[in-house]
């Protein structure tokens, strides 16, 4: 277990949310929750399959995430890093689209935001 906290990769969060660890607890290796404006994403690295599946790989789960769960693997802090930000779009009523090479639009009442941060 002490050698797994040693490949958590760090994760750079948004200057904008407000990340609040909490306890693990249920199996969870880490928790912690992300706030911005009246969104809240819950989120936990699960590295032992006690909590669920992924492959039978070590996965972050956030919730919410599409109505549902989403999970990456722990080494994709990129997709998991983007599903916290869509969550929190979506909380506040902002639509993300997935669109051709990878690259996000958002729409936004008659407007369209384009990210064009391909990876």
Known sequence: MAR???KIPALKFKDTWEVKIIPPFVGAMARFI????SAS???FLDVNSSLGSYGGEPY???YPYDDDIGR???L???GLLSGIEDSINEQNG???VEIKNRARRTLL???TIFDEGSE
């Open 4 to 6: 797994m906290v040693w």
């Open 109 to 111: 009442s008659n407007h």
């Open 94 to 96: 902002i639509k993300v």
């Open 34 to 37: 992300v706030n911005e404006g």
């Open 60 to 62: 972050w789960e956030i």
């Open 76 to 78: 994709d802090t990129i």
């Open 41 to 43: 994403v819950s989120i």
């Open 72 to 74: 990456w693997a722990m």
